[in-house]
């Protein structure tokens, strides 16, 4: 009978404990120590690969949750051999090893052409494929719309089919694109939300700069998703030198609430946020 007693509150404990778990995943993360340190993604940088060993090194002291190499890299001479030995450098150290691929007018079908031949090409090497995509620097992004919409569509119905390849080869599927992007409203919700439907993760490009300085006015909800994500703020991929990169960084941590499926920022494998004690 005593334990007949009991059942009744513990399954209130348990249930308030679950309730707590699921409102805690995606709350706001307010220890800024902790993410004044989370630089737990590098880029690799054609200037980072001259230093020999450097990269090797880079990530046994750093210990990152994933490195990223950028698909035009592979296409150096000198580089021929790269995958092999990045892929046995990040077996050993337990870190995620992602392919970039992309350019600005990569979305919908030639998305998916694109994408699916780099998995074919190197999925034995890779844990996954991030396609980065700026539709805003090619020349049929307008500012009407009815044209953005369409791009945007088509960027998901690419992420889509994408997506489903990814799986088929137990592979991860990452999309990154501007991160004012997520302004615009998807077809059920915001846009970034809509491409948590089919990817893996986001990144989010910092390819504005001076945007940053008005986010707290202009109240951009970019980063309130529920699906994990990054925030790049490598140098090649925002034309930002160190100085401009710092700037961006404190700003984001001072103006930004961030969740806890935050998952990192990504920098440059030769940016001095990286290798400074190295």
Not at 46 to 62: A, R, T, V
Not at 136 to 163: F, P, R
Not at 254 to 266: I, P, V
Request: with cysteine; charged share 30%; proline share 3%.
């Amino acid at each position: 009978m005593e334990y007949k007693n009991l059942i009744l509150p513990l399954l209130l404990i348990q249930a308030l404990l679950f309730n707590n778990y699921a409102y805690g995943k995606f709350k706001s993360n307010t220890d800024k120590n902790y993410l004044l340190t989370d630089l737990t993604h590098i880029n690799i940088t054609k200037s980072s690969l001259k230093k020999k060993n450097y990269i090797k090194k880079l990530i046994h002291e750093k210990r990152p949750k994933a490195v990223y190499l950028e698909q035009w890299l592979l296409f150096e001479p000198e580089n021929k051999n790269l995958l092999k030995k990045l892929r046995k450098v990040t077996k050993k150290t337990n870190t995620k090893f992602y392919l970039v691929i992309g350019k600005n007018f990569w979305f919908g079908r030639r998305a998916v052409d694109n994408a699916i031949e780099a998995y074919n090409l190197y999925e034995k090497y890779i844990d996954g494929i991030v396609l980065r995509v700026e539709p805003n620097k090619s020349n049929v992004w307008k500012e009407d719309a009815s044209i953005k919409t369409q791009i945007l569509n088509l960027m998901l119905d690419g992420y889509s089919v994408i997506y489903k390849e990814a799986k088929k080869r137990n592979k991860s599927f990452i999309a990154e694109f501007p991160f004012w992007f997520s302004d615009f409203k998807g077809p059920f919700k915001i846009f970034s939300e809509d491409v948590c439907s089919y990817a893996d993760k986001i990144v989010f490009l910092i390819d504005k700069p001076e945007r940053i300085d008005d986010l707290d006015k202009e109240k951009i909800e970019w980063n309130k998703i529920t699906c994990p994500y990054n925030i790049n703020l490598t140098k090649r991929a925002t034309s930002q030198d160190e100085d401009t990169l710092k700037d961006t960084y404190e700003k984001l941590n001072k103006k930004l609430t961030f969740y806890s499926n935050f998952n990192g920022y990504l920098i440059d494998a030769d940016s001095d946020f990286t290798s400074d004690d190295l």
